[in-house]
């Protein structure tokens, strides 16, 4: 696959590359750590990869990271899974991440933004104040190194002072939304056993109030480990008993303490979508992610002060832990709490406009719904400020790059980024120096060998293929939670091929470097061995008007035939009739190939997500399959339980005919 004769949809102009920050630390890095000086993103992209240690000794310097106790080399053991990253260093992620409290004391940090719309501004020096109050409260509530402090709770400022203060204690932050029920958030940190909880009475959600008092209490009820409960009063209810008020945890004017813990001290937990089992519980470290996302916002993103940056996203996403890591570059930070379509579809973009938004990212379902809803971003909204609009969750569809290009700006960098939970981090996505292909993430990540194989561990180009990365990164997980001997995290990412790191996404690595994502490979359609992307057929039948959403499913047959059904959730008032059939096969066939055409095309009531968002296609296969839906799939990881029933009936159904 190649996109070299044709024409990209966007170019940075030569004052845009000179002023990247990407451009000056290659000019740095130059000077000081043998980086090459010509070839711009490409040769600094092959230096980082092949001079690994230098590279990330390199970023280190060049965004002043501050060690209280030095490291001894960068890079103790290159071995994965179990890389040692800065041995003997001490440092805190929260310090960095109130450095400009210092500088610009009376700046926003955050802009807080509710479904009103209307951003209410909270200072840096207020955000340092709140934080250091809550540590100091945290420490005399006996929360040490180490202990896990968990939230319940929205896109709020709360939650951004709660997880610093953790943060700055040493201890260990994990977080669920509060749209996810008891069962789900349980499943989550009855794994971790926190002992702080953070809880909001509830939460507002496309105009209504959802009063979660209820599940507060049964959390409570459930986890033996907590010592305290916070409550913060979003709907304004009284603190249940034994609950402790956030208002008198944050009014002391103290600075905040910041506990010096080694580089691969735990940070965080973040949770896998759990649809086939219990969640995997994923630690990062406070160093590796520290040095990752400035990376990743600073040169890759190219943010810094006097930056606005709004990703719309919920505490449950791993997302949302990218967006507060702004704070590390001094960017501003924009917190939406509240539906991405309420009061129309065209929300998001009028809370970019009103925060003045300069990186605006969001998932590429939203882009394609607003496509569908006819919204006119560049005609409606004031969206000057915006110089990069930014895709993730699942692959954006070229007609999805061709609508930010003429409905937004003709002048827009459209950075489709993936990359994983796992990581917390981009594999492969935004480099402003770069230009834009319609249908492909721009290039790989600095310090990320990302390379596409075939099942031999052969490397691939033009060609779809596993995607691995082939040295250490920093924010991979040092270890999943419970799981001792390492076997887990081993059986996760190593086992096909070892000592190298297998995410599960088929993807294409261009002859110019570009990265097309076919979908996940663990949900492969393998038709006559030949390997298809499900999000190509996503693409494909999803720009028809008549589907609002679709899913397809490969299934190995007892007889050894294949079957790949083709599941569309149509638009309201449209009927699955024989010229909807054919026309859906004749846009398959057009626009992918024959193989691609499904065997049968099959209405469903809906398609059934995790709760991030992502479509459900392993749990589906496996209902089809004969699978009991309590083996196939984790309740509480999905979205609308009730939609599964559907597949199963179907299983069942043609189980009869056999």
């Known amino acids: 696959m190649t996109s070299a004769h044709t024409d990209p949809l966007w170019q940075p102009d030569e004052e845009r590359i000179a002023a990247a920050a990407v451009t000056r630390f290659q000019s740095w890095a130059a000077e000081h750590h043998g980086a090459p000086a010509q070839g711009g993103y490409p040769a600094l992209h092959r230096w980082s990869v092949e001079e690994l240690e230098s590279f990330w000794q390199a970023v280190v310097e060049w965004f002043d990271i501050r060690f209280a106790t030095p490291y001894e080399r960068v890079l103790g053991d290159r071995s994965m899974p179990g890389a040692r990253w800065f041995p003997g260093a001490t440092l805190n992620y929260a310090e960095h991440a109130l450095r400009a409290a210092s500088e610009r004391p009376h700046d926003p940090a955050l802009l807080h933004v509710d479904e009103t719309h209307e951003p209410r501004p909270i200072s840096w020096a207020t955000l340092r104040r709140q934080v250091g109050s809550l540590a100091a409260e945290l420490r005399a509530l006996g929360v040490r190194p180490g202990d896990r402090v968990s939230g319940y709770l929205p896109n709020i400022p709360e939650a951004v002072a709660a997880l610093l203060a953790t943060a700055a204690v040493g201890a260990v932050w994990t977080s669920c939304a509060p749209d996810f029920g008891a069962r789900s958030v349980l499943d989550r940190f009855q794994q971790v056993e926190p002992v702080v909880l953070f809880a909001v009475d509830g939460y507002r959600y496309g105009g209504k109030e959802h009063d979660r008092r209820d599940t507060v209490a049964e959390l409570r009820a459930e986890l033996p480990s907590l010592r305290a409960v916070v409550h913060i009063p979003l709907l304004g209810t009284q603190a249940p008993e034994g609950a402790l008020e956030w208002s008198a945890l ?77 704070l590390l570059t001094g960017t501003t930070v924009v917190l939406y709490d509240g539906s991405p379509g309420y009061p129309d579809t065209a929300a998001q973009w009028r809370v970019a406009e009103r925060t003045r938004a300069t990186l605006y990212g969001t998932s590429a379902a939203y882009v394609m719904a607003c496509a569908k809803a006819d919204v006119h971003p560049g005609r409606d909204f004031d969206l000057s400020t915006v110089t990069c609009v930014a895709t993730t969750g699942s692959p954006l569809p070229p007609d999805g790059f061709r609508w930010l290009h003429d409905e937004v700006r003709e002048d827009l960098w459209i950075a489709s980024v993936s990359g994983g939970t796992d990581v917390c981090s981009c594999f492969a996505g935004a480099v402003p120096t770069l230009p834009v292909h319609i249908g492909e993430l721009q290039a790989a990540g600095l310090g990320t060998d990302l390379q596409s194989w075939d099942p031999s561990g052969k490397p691939l180009t033009g060609e779809v293929g596993e995607l691995v990365v082939t040295n250490p990164m920093p924010s991979m997980p040092i270890r999943f939670w419970n799981d001792p001997d390492g076997s887990r995290y081993r059986d996760s990412y190593f086992e096909m091929f070892p000592g190298v790191w297998r995410h599960g996404d088929w993807i294409t690595i261009t002859d110019h470097g570009s990265v097309v994502i076919h979908g996940r490979s663990d949900s492969t359609l393998n038709r006559q061995g030949v390997r298809m992307g499900s999000a190509d057929i996503y693409e494909a039948v999803e720009r028809l008007p008549e589907i609002r959403e679709s899913l397809v499913i490969g299934l190995e047959e007892p007889d050894g035939g294949y079957w790949m059904p083709l599941f569309v959730h149509l638009a309201d008032g449209v009927t699955l009739d024989d010229a909807l059939i054919a026309r859906i096969n004749r846009t398959i066939r057009s626009e992918l190939s024959p193989r691609h055409v499904p065997d049968d095309i099959i209405e469903v009531p809906g398609v059934p997500h995790t709760l991030t968002g992502k479509r459900i296609e392993v749990p589906v296969k496996r209902l089809l399959q004969g699978t009991p839906l309590a083996k196939a799939v984790n309740p509480g990881s999905v979205d609308d339980l009730g939609l599964l029933s559907f597949y199963e009936t179907l299983a069942a159904t043609r189980a009869e005919r056999r």
């Not at 400035?294 to 040169?299: A, E, M, N, T, Y």
């Open 250 to 326: 944050t009014s002391a004017d103290v600075d905040p303490v910041f506990e010096q813990v080694p580089f691969d001290h735990p940070l965080w937990v973040l949770y896998s979508s759990g649809t086939t089992g219990l969640p995997k519980a994923i630690v990062q470290s406070q160093g590796g992610i520290l040095i990752e996302h400035l990376k990743q916002l600073g040169l890759h993103c190219d943010l810094g002060p006097g930056d606005v940056f709004f990703w719309y996203t919920s505490t449950g996403w791993m997302m949302w832990n990218f967006l507060v890591s702004g």
